[in-house]
């Protein structure tokens, strides 16, 4: 079965300063990896997807995300936060059973 | 092109009455999901289908029914409903076949068992 890790429950960021929100994930083999974002009162909205080939994937909002096989994870990461990526950010993982898995998020805080 | 469509949006339920969430998509999808979504708890998987007349349970299906008599048409029953059953409960497809495997989401339905 795959499982999906985000030891983070919330991180808090200046605005401007650089953030990583961590993804572990256990499945056998090498799964499709998804982070998806929140906002307030919405539902999940795709910011970047990882399905084989290069392991630096670009997103949208300027977000990337970093596969690691080594270290079954796939951390999410910005340059510079804004005040506007405030937002739950949830880790997904699709194995053999096609049924997307997610972790339990991440609250991101963004202080001015 | 609405994609994924809810209802209702809100709603507040007494312990044992009934309702149906209702979702709707118009993007041809096969496969459909209900996720609920409870805080620090993530998405948990509720049920699931994979076309027309096919559903599977998930990893939280009890108090729960579903149906899929259509392509478009995915209604999550709520029999009788419980105060653990509060919670926001979302709706997605997606498109397997065409190896996307990216989810689709709907709005959410907020849900309040008293």
């Known amino acids: 079965a795959q499982s999906v890790t985000q030891p983070d429950i919330h991180i808090t960021v200046s605005e401007g300063a650089s953030l990583e929100l961590r993804c572990n994930y256990s499945y056998g083999a090498t799964p499709y990896l998804f982070w998806y974002v929140q906002s307030p009162g919405q539902g999940l909205q795709l910011l970047l997807k990882?399905?084989?080939?290069?392991?630096l994937v670009q997103g949208i909002k300027g977000f990337e995300a970093e596969f690691k096989r080594s270290q079954s994870s796939f951390n999410l990461r910005k340059p510079s936060v804004h005040w506007s990526d405030a937002a739950e950010y949830f880790c997904?993982?699709?194995?053999?059973?096609?049924?997307?898995?997610f972790g339990r998020g991440t609250s991101l805080i963004v202080h001015p | 092109n609405a994609g994924v469509t809810q209802t209702p949006k809100f709603r507040i339920l007494k312990i044992g009455q009934s309702m149906t969430l209702q979702c709707t998509q118009d993007m041809n999808h096969n496969y459909m999901y209900w996720y609920r979504q409870d805080p620090g708890m993530g998405l948990k998987l509720i049920y699931y289908?994979?076309?027309?007349?096919?559903?599977d349970k998930g990893e939280v299906p009890n108090g729960y029914n579903v149906s899929r008599s259509t392509t478009e048409d995915f209604p999550l029953r709520l029999e009788l409903a419980a105060p653990s059953q509060t919670s926001v409960y979302f709706c997605?497809?997606?498109?397997?076949?065409?190896?996307?495997?990216?989810?689709?989401f709907g709005a959410g339905s907020r849900l309040t068992v008293l």
């Open positions: 289908s994979v076309g027309a007349g096919i559903t």
């Open positions: 990882y399905f084989s080939g290069d392991t």
């Open positions: 997904a993982v699709v194995g053999g059973s096609y049924i997307p898995t």
């Open positions: 997605a497809s997606n498109d397997r076949e065409s190896g996307a495997n990216v989810l689709t």
